[in-house]
């Protein structure tokens, strides 16, 4: 991702900037709590589910079976939006994800889930492991990556930034 190329306040009743280095500081460590994938089904109906996401060199990735409800989506239409809860404020993202196909990109997203807890395997450009959420679909799951467009941060505050 690039960096940060406009920030606006849009909080109504006048609480100070948030700043983008203080979200990406709580991003790369691993503050998130829960991520939400929102996408949009043929019939323009949306689909919401709980993802296993990591930022990851300034991009958000997560994986997904590829028979799931929001893997057909991305490949029809890639066009999402990702929430996370991070600790005293919700940043939403906007953008369009792609699968992954490079090897050594999901070796190293497996090397990050196997840090953070959950003891994933790259298989060629996908990960395998002993289990998952049930959202995720069976294995062996696709790696997506999202590099966002924009987002909007809200808590104790509200800003909105768009990215070069």
Known sequence: MSAVASAE??????SP????????EL???GGA???WLATVDADGAPHLNGIG???VDGVLFFKSG?????SRNLERDGRCVISAELPDFDVTFTGTAVRVTDEATVQRLADVYAATGWPARAKGSQLEADYSAPTAGPPPWDVWTMAPES?????VGAMRWRFA
């Open 9 to 14: 306040n849009i909080d109504l009743y006048g």
């Open 17 to 24: 900037d948030i700043a983008w280095s203080g979200v990406l």
């Open 27 to 29: 991003l790369e460590a």
């Open 33 to 35: 709590q829960r991520f």
């Open 53 to 55: 996401a990591r930022w």
């Open 66 to 70: 590829a028979r799931t409800r929001k």
């Open 151 to 155: 987002a909007v941060g809200l808590g």
